[in-house]
């Protein structure tokens, strides 16, 4: 299964929004409700933001919003701050006891 | 507090077997899915395999399966990622992390170890 295409970069200024895309197939992103996004900063583990497109687990702040439109699935940060600039990777289920992770973006804080 | 806890840097060479371990505690560990991800050095992340620990089924992604094998002792709440001939292609980051829901196995990872960087090199 290939992975789940991403831009490789986006950037903002500080109070800026910003969307990156994570563009599937009908038999991932399109078929299932179960998309997830990840934040990895260098060094560190990735940690759950957002699951099941748009949900989000406890502690991590309204910032971050997830939505998806057929095969593509959107994550938007709005209100930048420096502490947001990290890797993000999208997630989904694939069907067939397999799932998929993104090419990953990386975002700047100018 | 919900953790898991992998085994320490490996340094290994090409052929050398390997097994490394991911400890959970503050849950029920049977009642959780577990997948491993693989993160080769400036690379993306990759989904490998999940199991389930309550009775050790598994599913692997096509491209690992035959290479790797994963297993889990509930005894001890520890899951297992190993290999049998490692390669230098092999050398990356391995993650282990938990599935979010309870009982599934189709959803979101929440709670991930803090990774095993395996080093594969004559």
């Known amino acids: 299964q290939s992975a789940l295409t991403q831009p490789p970069s986006a950037s903002g200024s500080p109070g800026q929004s910003v969307t990156i895309s994570c563009t599937g197939t009908?038999?991932?992103?399109?078929?299932?409700?179960?998309v997830s996004w990840y934040q990895q900063h260098p060094g560190k583990a990735p940690k759950l933001i957002i699951y099941?497109?748009?949900e989000r687990p406890s502690g991590v702040p309204d910032r971050f919003s997830g939505s998806k439109s057929g095969n593509t699935a959107s994550l938007t940060v709005s209100g930048l701050q420096a502490e947001d600039e990290a890797d993000y990777y999208c997630?989904?289920?694939?069907?067939?006891?397999?799932?998929?992770f993104g090419t990953g973006t990386k975002i700047t804080v100018l | 507090e919900v953790q898991l806890v992998q085994s320490g840097a490996e340094v290994k060479e090409p052929g050398e077997s390997l097994r490394i371990s991911c400890t959970s505690s503050?849950?029920?560990?049977?009642?959780?899915?577990i997948t491993w991800v693989r993160q080769m050095p400036g690379e993306r992340l990759e989904w490998m395999a999940r199991?389930?620990?309550?009775?050790?089924?598994?599913n692997y992604n096509p491209s690992f399966r035959g290479h790797v094998t994963v297993s889990a002792d509930k005894s001890i709440s520890t899951a297992y990622l190993q290999w049998s001939s490692l390669k230098a292609s092999d050398t990356a980051i391995y993650y282990c992390?938990?599935?979010?829901?309870?009982?599934?196995?189709?959803?979101?990872?929440?709670?991930w170890g803090q990774g095993t960087m395996v080093t594969v090199s004559s």
């Open positions: 199991i389930d620990p309550t009775d050790s089924y598994i």
């Open positions: 997630n989904s289920y694939g069907g067939s006891n397999n799932f998929v």
């Open positions: 009908s038999s991932d992103i399109g078929r299932y409700e179960y």
């Open positions: 503050g849950y029920s560990f049977t009642n959780y899915w």
């Open positions: 099941e497109v748009n």
């Open positions: 992390a938990k599935h979010r829901l309870q009982g599934r196995g189709i959803d979101a990872f929440d709670i």
